[in-house]
């Protein structure tokens, strides 16, 4: 098993640090522009090759890999001494146009996307005939197979959105035929499209890094590499790995289809915000995974130098022969599901593996089989079924990632005509941080959004789109949970103006019948591990390991506020796995599943939260009955029956850690504010001179919470992601770890009490709030998102972390 050394990830969405080194080294060579059209290469023509020079074909045109190699030669085993010129199509049209940019729909730009070899060269590929035909071993052929499958797909995508925006709206009339998502205003009536792309998108079709490919969502750009044993392959020789690299690209575009970022408002939102593994970044890959089946409508992604060499390509439904036996579409095999299969890697099936590729997996063949079922339901053509999924992929992703808290155009809040702010992502002003991490997107609201609008759009009987009919809102029930993936009650049809006892905004429910394979848990079965010889949780102190790991996460953006107090070197850092003060440490939580199900999405906040009156810790007598009056401890009305509140700078809302004050006999827990005036601390001591609610202990904003792919009945991560074959261990990832500064002015001796919340995506009462119950079913409606600064949602976790010296 060559596990251990599979370190790099594939296909990813992240920053590369040493690709954001050559983007600002590239910035210093503006000389001149690379010329390569009159170079004249010639490859010998020998029997089935087909020399591929500028002379050989006509102006505009040249010749591509209209597929991988593998999926051309009908060779799985094709070796890598191939001469890929016998696999070439027929001369075509590629551009008319001296370098390689497009033109397109991206208002306010003059070219929309443009390929070019790296980030060092100055721009993009030139031909001064507008010849595109070049010798298959040149860096110049991969940025031409890039630029013809990057306008493929983005043309394709983009028709489709048009096809889209025309059927939910009226042109004559302008009103919306259903309640859709995508935004009136992104077309105008010049048939161009109105939304602005912050940037060209750029393709650097042989970008230099090795055995992986990226798209870079802060930057704009795909890079697409090599392979490190066999250097002369290349990602771009495979048109599946664009499409998946352009697939981030369209989800980040689709997110922000309801945010303009050219309009003084930078936020964008993205799939995947902390950088390491959680669930929004796994729904990334399957979504992108998908784009692949929209192109091609094949049921892998990433045959040739990903799968043929690395072994890291991925099916995207059961059909696929990489799967054993055991899964499969019939009754007897397993889909890949919720939540067991979030750490399957059909490549080394034995072996688990946490990942966000291959937990993607999940949404990819969902969305398969949901194209699948279109066809035999409803009759489509395999091509428009995943057209139509895909408009319902872009519905939800408008929905979830709008900042503006609206989701879809005509939202309503009761009382308030209006604003029509506040339906989904709290409010303007705290929309950033309820889509990243109070209630991000997970498998569950990724689910019931689509299964809204997929619901709102096939099972309309005003749009009759099934054969004339609709689509039966049972069958698509029970597809959902087939894959573990009805994991809602209702579809939360009005989001935070759902109100269960007024028929205008009541969500309609889920037939409970239908959910016979996913399993919803109490969220009381998420604890600390409490058997024997099991610590509470794991602390990382290492000076090397934190000193890469805070400059990883600051290069990409993740965190950017290290206090003044904390020297750069983290000198004071001993990785002797105690803290002390004056370091940074990471400390990962060891939580037990005592279920019998298996839990996925377990996400642990460290974030502030409402949970103060005053300088005193609330007492929440349901979740959480901590700590005693005696000790400190309140109930008072800022604490019980409250709205919790969404304003970060409210005085109620605290950070996670509390001190112990007073003498063994009379311990007292108070806020760390209480806890400075009590020891008389100049306020410009404390780790943020400008506030003193985290003086001495403070959760670094941005690496302030843990994920955890999955974890399996009765065991903690550590036996979920044992290695069965070796008996290994599994390894402490980024994703485990929330990270710690430690002033050093706290007194020696000094214990604090840290309050974090905990939930997971498979949990009933995390997300379904009882008190809110439709009237039909008796079924919990979904928290409002102001519930979620709050107790009610969580369970919660204390650590109790002295400070020796
Ligand atoms: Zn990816």
Same mark, same amino acid.
């Given at each position: ?23 600002a080294f590239s910035l210093l060579l ?9 170079? !004249? ?54 551009? &008319? ?23 060092? =060269? ?9 010849? @595109? ?62 939304? &602005? ?95 692949s089946y929209f192109m091609n409508n ?5 045959? @040739? ?5 690395? %072994? ?109 702010? *506040?339906?989904?992502?709290? /409010? ?23 299964? !809204? ?8 009987? &005003?749009?009759?789109?099934?054969? *004339?009919?609709?689509?039966? %809102? ?9 894959? #573990? ?10 989001? /935070? ?32 591990? =409490? ?10 102190? %290492? ?10 996460? !600051?290069? /990409? ?19 002797? *796995? ?7 440490? #990471? ?12 839990? *996925? ?13 005053? /300088? ?57 504010? !209480? ?30 919470q843990a994920n955890f792919s999955k ?5 903690? @991560? ?88």
């Amino acid at each position: 098993m060559i596990r251990q050394t599979r370190k790099v990830s594939t296909f990813t969405n992240m920053l590369s640090p040493k690709i954001i080194g050559a983007m600002a080294f590239s910035l210093l060579l503006a000389s001149c522009v690379p010329e390569v059209g009159q170079t !004249k290469l010639r490859t010998k023509s020998g029997s089935g090759v087909t020399s591929n020079t500028n002379d050989s074909v006509a102006a505009q045109n040249g010749r591509v890999l209209l597929d991988n190699p593998i999926i051309l030669s009908k060779n799985p085993e094709l070796t890598e001494t191939v001469d890929l010129a016998r696999y070439l199509s027929s001369e075509m049209y590629i551009l &008319n146009h001296t370098y390689l940019q497009q033109v397109g729909p991206c208002a306010g730009l003059t070219y929309c996307f443009e390929v070019q070899k790296d980030s060092t =060269e100055n721009s993009a590929l030139q031909s001064s005939n507008k010849k @595109w035909a070049f010798p298959v071993a040149t860096s110049e052929f991969l940025e031409v197979n890039t630029f013809y499958h990057a306008d493929k797909i983005l043309n394709k995508f983009y028709e489709n959105l048009y096809t889209l925006y025309g059927e939910a709206y009226d042109s004559v009339t302008t009103n919306n035929r259903y309640e859709t998502a995508i935004p009136k205003t992104l077309v105008n009536f010049d048939s161009k499209f109105n939304f &602005n792309w912050t940037s060209t998108l750029k393709y650097y079709a042989d970008c230099g890094v090795e055995n992986n490919a990226l798209f870079d969502p802060a930057n704009n750009y795909v890079c697409l590499g090599h392979l490190k044993k066999y250097p002369q392959i290349k990602m771009a020789q495979d048109s599946t790995v664009i499409y998946h690299e352009t697939g981030h690209f369209l989800i980040k575009q689709l997110l922000n289809l309801r945010n303009d970022p050219t309009s003084g408002d930078p936020r964008t939102t993205y799939l995947g915000s902390t950088g390491s593994y959680e669930e929004s970044s796994a729904l990334g890959e399957g979504i992108a995974d998908y784009y692949s089946y929209f192109m091609n409508n094949r049921s892998h992604v990433g045959e @040739w130098a990903l799968g043929r060499f690395l %072994k890291q390509s991925r099916p995207i439904s059961e059909d696929d022969a990489l799967h054993p036996d055991g899964v499969g579409t019939d009754e007897l095999s397993s889909r890949v599901s919720y939540p067991d299969f979030l750490s399957y890697d059909p490549n080394y099936a034995s072996v688990p593996y946490e990942d966000v590729h291959y937990a993607g997996m999940i949404i990819s063949h969902y969305l398969v089989a949901q194209t699948d079922d279109l066809v035999s339901q409803c009759g489509y053509t395999k091509d428009n079924a995943a057209k139509t999924i895909t408009k319902i992929i872009a519905e939800t992703l408008s929905e979830l990632g709008d900042l503006n808290s609206k989701g879809i155009d005509n939202a309503l809040v009761k009382g308030d005509p209006n604003t029509e702010i *506040g339906r989904i992502n709290a /409010n303007l002003n705290y929309s950033f941080d309820y889509y990243r991490k109070i209630n991000p997107v997970n498998y569950r609201s990724f689910t019931q959004t689509f299964a !809204k609008h997929f619901k709102n759009i096939l099972s309309d009987s &005003n749009l009759n789109l099934c054969n *004339g009919t609709t689509y039966a %809102k049972d069958r698509l029930e029970s597809l959902l949970d087939k894959y #573990g993936l009805l994991l809602f009650r209702t579809y939360n049809d009005h989001r /935070n103006d759902a109100n269960p006892s007024d028929s205008s905004v009541s969500n309609e429910s889920v037939n409970p019948v239908n959910r016979t394979k996913t399993t919803l848990l109490k969220k009381s079965m998420i604890k600390l591990d =409490e058997r024997d010889a099991q610590p509470k949780a794991f602390v990382v102190d %290492k000076q090397s390991q934190i000193q890469n790991l805070v400059s990883g996460l !600051k290069a /990409n953006g993740i965190i950017n506020d290290i206090s003044p107090l904390i020297p750069s070197d983290f000198g004071y850092n001993n990785g002797n *796995g105690v803290i002390n003060r004056g370091e940074v440490f #990471g400390l990962m939580p060891n939580l037990y599943n005592d279920s019998n199900v298996t839990m *996925g999405g377990v996400q642990v906040l460290a974030n502030d939260w409402d949970q103060v009156d005053g /300088n005193s810790p609330c007492i929440f007598p349901t979740e959480d009955n901590w700590p005693l009056p005696s000790e400190g401890g309140v109930n008072t009305a800022p604490c019980s029956n409250k709205i919790f509140k969404l304003d970060q700078t409210n005085s109620e809302i605290a950070p996670v850690c509390f001190v112990q004050s007073g003498t063994s006999s009379s311990t007292q827990w108070i806020t760390q504010t !209480k806890f400075r005036e009590k020891i008389a601390l100049d306020k410009s001591l404390c780790l943020n001179s400008k506030n003193d609610k985290d003086c001495f202990l403070r959760v670094i904003k941005g690496a302030d919470q843990a994920n955890f792919s999955k974890i399996n009945a009765k065991s903690n @991560w550590f036996d979920t992601y044992k290695n069965p074959v070796n008996g290994k261990s599994a390894q402490i990832s980024n994703n485990h770890l929330i990270l710690f500064e430690v002033s050093k002015h706290i007194p020696p001796g000094t214990t604090f009490n840290c309050r974090m919340r905990v939930r997971f995506t498979n949990c009933d009462d995390c997300f379904h709030d009882s008190t809110r119950k439709s009237t039909d079913l008796g079924q919990g409606y979904d928290y409002v998102d102001s519930e979620y600064n709050g107790a009610r949602p969580y369970k919660i976790i204390h650590f109790v972390l002295p400070i020796v010296n």
